[in-house]
């Protein structure tokens, strides 16, 4: 069962200037800060009461571990006093955001909003819609739907082509030949103008969203004479070097079950271990880096990740629970403690290290028996000939278990 959503009271409406809660969620979790550190600072230490915003388009029914790395910024926003703005984008969400290989699939109102169902409520696990600073909730077709087309060519005028070909999915689709529609131009001036329609002082989005915001941020000045600051926090990535969402089939949604969410987190690399502490949890990360330093099994450090992040979405009995049911499933597959270690470059390709550790006798062998489904790396099947032993991002030191059929071995990079 998922945990019932609470609602978290702020308890006062005083902005904290602490420089030590200031400096903390400047500094965690944020990839970059725009125009920069100084500008922010000077804001956030001012005493006055600032307004940032996430827009999320609902291009799918739920939210997922992805989101909640915004979330959890927002919410430490609010409770610094501030005001936080959720923003659902269910006019966006019908052009599409622009996708690196292809025009992305226009929706419906309809469907856009029966997507955004949910979202407030799961949300609310962050966010305090209601109490003494209460998170506003707002969707961008109040003043999209309003404009009309003279208004469109005018904010069309503030930005160039050139501008808009700085972005790497349109250079990659020209470079491909591949075609960029004229409707796809009008995505991030449309997510931009949501600013300068709300007249906010900052937005917050994953880091691939930073092209899309910076527009938000040309437009308020252009328009509105006013600095916004821009907050695009890290992402975290998968075992083959892509984010983790709806568009690269590997979520881990909200609505996922205890056991579900469990079993994915320990299903990634011991590379991805520090930056699901940094991003999904409060633990210090010195303590996470001396453990890893140690020689401490990177297993057990992971199993603690996955207990911290189950528990805050179920509960600790559920999390728990579902510790336990991994433990007995992990130890039923009876993999012996003695595995044949084999160390490998990290530059490897996954056909290659077949290869060189035996389990495949030649390069066609290896090939066949990844498109059988029959490779398992760290629980994941390997679906892809051309994977890359470096997508999770491994670091020196790094352990991995390989299993093609009943062959097992324990692969460690140097």
């Given at each position: ?130 109490g003494p600073n209460p998170a506003e909730l707002r969707y961008n077709s109040e003043w ?56 906010v002082d900052g937005e917050i989005g994953g880091n691939d969203q930073t092209f899309n ?202």
């Amino acid at each position: 069962m998922f945990k019932k959503f609470t609602k978290k009271s702020i308890g006062h409406t005083r902005v904290v200037t602490d420089p030590e809660k200031v400096q903390a969620f400047m500094n965690r979790g944020i990839e970059k800060i725009y125009p920069n550190d100084g500008f922010l600072l000077k804001r956030l230490s001012s005493g006055e009461k600032l307004s940032m915003y996430l827009g999320i388009d609902p291009t799918g029914p739920t939210l997922h571990l992805g989101h909640s790395i915004a979330l959890k910024k927002m919410a430490e926003f609010q409770k610094l006093g501030h005001k936080a703005i959720l923003l659902i984008g269910d006019f966006t969400a019908q052009i599409g955001d622009p996708d690196k290989s292809s025009v992305r699939k226009q929706l419906t109102h309809a469907e856009v909003l029966e997507n955004a169902r949910l979202y407030k409520e799961q949300a609310s696990l962050f966010l305090d819609f209601d109490g003494p600073n209460p998170a506003e909730l707002r969707y961008n077709s109040e003043w999209s739907d309003l404009m009309k087309f003279a208004d469109v060519l005018n904010l069309a005028s503030k930005m160039t082509v050139q501008q808009m070909l700085e972005r790497d999915m349109f250079r990659k689709r020209l470079a491909g030949n591949k075609p960029i529609y004229l409707h796809e131009f009008m995505y991030p001036l449309m997510q931009g103008y949501d600013a300068v329609a709300m007249d906010v002082d900052g937005e917050i989005g994953g880091n691939d969203q930073t092209f899309n915001m910076l527009v938000g941020r040309t437009l308020m000045k252009d328009m509105s004479n006013k600095e916004k600051f821009v907050l695009p926090v890290k992402l975290l990535t998968d075992t083959s070097g892509s984010k983790m969402g709806k568009t690269t089939n590997n979520m881990l949604s909200f609505l996922d079950s205890a056991q579900e969410k469990y079993g994915k987190i320990m299903s990634w690399t011991d590379g991805m271990i520090l930056p699901g502490f940094e991003l999904l949890t409060d633990e210090p990360l010195r303590d996470i880096e001396q453990r890893l330093a140690s020689g401490e099994n990177p297993r057990d450090i992971k199993m603690n990740l996955a207990l911290l992040v189950t528990a805050f979405y179920h509960g600790a009995e559920e999390a728990k629970a579902a510790q336990n049911a991994f433990t007995t499933q992990f130890s039923k597959q009876e993999i012996p403690e003695d595995l044949p270690e084999v160390v490998i470059n990290e530059d490897l390709g996954i056909v290659e290290v077949l290869k060189k550790t035996g389990l495949a006798k030649s390069n066609n062998e290896a090939k066949r028996k990844i498109q059988e489904g029959a490779v398992v790396l760290d629980g994941n099947k390997i679906k892809s000939i051309t994977f890359k032993m470096s997508g999770g991002k491994p670091q020196k030191g790094d352990t991995v278990i390989l299993k093609l059929g009943r062959k097992i071995i324990k692969l460690k990079f140097k």
